[in-house]
C-alpha cells in the first residue's frame, strides 16, 4: 500500500462531557480525495481543528509527511505543507489579490523582510502568484483589492495561497457552503483537478460533491467513525444509511 501522507490515530478530544472525537483512525493517501461526511454536530470540524492544530487533542496521534505533529503549532504545521484552506483571516482584505498569493509564496521561502526588493517589484514572485491565481481562474482580479471580491471568489483565492504554499495535503472545511450551484459546479470541477496536486481531506455537507469527487469517504457519527469506503460502498452500507444517509438516494 502507498504511505498514506496524513495519518491520524485513535484520536480523542472531549470539550467537558462531551466525547467530540471518539477514537478517530483515519488516513489520507496521496492523490485521493477522501471526504469527511456526517450529521451537524458529529465533530467534523473538531477533527480539522485538530489536524491543523488550532485545537489540541487529548490523546492519540497525528503524523504528517512522516512526523508526529500533534505537539506543533498552526504555523509550524502550515510550514511542513499541511494546507487548510477556507479560513478567511488569513486572507488580508485590504490587499490585492495577486499580493495576498505573493506573501503565502513568500511566506513559503521564508523571508518576510525583504529590505532590498520590495515585494510588489519582484517579477518572480508576481510570475509565480499570477501563476497561481490563473490556475484558480482569478487571473482578471489580480488586482482587486480581497474585500472587493465575492465569496467564491476568495475561497478560490485561499486555494491560491494553499498552492503557493506548496501544501503537500488541503484540509477543506465545507468549501461549498454558500456557493450558488454555478460556483458549486466550478469548484467541483477545480477539487477534481486539485487532488493531482497534493491530496484532499473533505468536510462537505453538498452530497452531490461529496459523491461526485471522493475516491474514499468516511462516515463520522457521535465522534466515532462508523464507516469508511468507496462511493459505492458508502451508499450500499446498511449502518450509514440508517444513521446518515437516509434520505439522499
Ligand atoms: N469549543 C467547544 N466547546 C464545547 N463544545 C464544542 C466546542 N466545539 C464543538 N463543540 C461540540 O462538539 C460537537 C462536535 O461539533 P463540530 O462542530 O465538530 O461538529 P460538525 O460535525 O463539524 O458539525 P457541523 O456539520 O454542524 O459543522 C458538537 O456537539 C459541538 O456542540
Avoid at 498552526?74 to 490587499?95: C, D, K, N, W
Avoid at 483565492?157 to 460556483?183: H, N, V, Y
Wanted: aromatic content about 4%; proline content about 4%; some cysteine.
Amino acid at each position: 500500500m502507498v504511505e498514506p501522507i496524513l495519518q491520524i490515530s485513535n484520536l480523542v478530544k472531549n470539550f467537558g462531557a462531551l466525547r467530540a472525537t471518539d477514537g478517530v483512525t483515519l488516513d489520507l493517501r496521496p492523490g485521493e480525495i477522501h471526504a469527511l461526511i456526517g450529521p451537524n454536530g458529529a465533530g467534523k470540524s473538531t477533527l480539522i481543528h485538530q489536524i491543523c492544530g488550532t485545537l489540541r487533542q487529548d490523546s492519540g496521534s497525528i503524523r504528517f509527511a512522516g512526523q508526529d505533529v500533534g505537539g506543533l503549532s498552526v504555523a509550524e504545521r502550515a510550514r511542513l505543507g499541511l494546507g487548510r484552506t477556507f479560513q478567511v483571516s488569513s486572507i488580508a482584505p485590504e490587499f490585492s489579490a495577486l499580493r495576498n498569493v505573493m506573501l503565502a509564496a513568500q511566506a513559503k521561502e521564508g523571508s518576510s523582510f525583504r529590505f532590498f526588493k520590495p515585494v510588489m517589484r519582484d517579477q518572480g514572485l508576481i510570475d509565480k502568484a499570477m501563476a497561481m491565481l490563473e490556475r484558480v481562474g482569478l487571473t482578471e482580479r489580480a488586482r482587486i483589492p480581497a474585500a472587493e471580491l465575492s465569496h467564491g471568489e476568495r475561497r478560490q483565492l485561499e486555494i491560491a495561497m494553499a498552492l503557493a504554499l506548496q501544501s503537500k495535503a488541503f484540509l477543506l472545511d465545507e468549501p461549498m457552503a454558500g456557493m450558488g450551484p454555478e460556483g458549486s459546479k466550478a469548484l467541483t470541477g477545480f477539487l477534481d483537478t486539485l487532488r493531482q496536486e497534493a491530496p484532499i481531506l473533505l468536510v462537505e455537507h453538498d452530497m452531490d460533491a461529496v459523491f461526485a469527487l471522493a475516491d474514499r469517504i468516511s462516515v463520522l457519527v457521535y465522534g466515532r467513525v462508523i464507516a469508511t469506503g468507496t462511493v459505492d460502498e458508502i451508499r450500499r452500507d446498511p449502518t450509514v444509511r440508517s444513521a446518515y444517509l437516509g434520505d439522499h438516494d
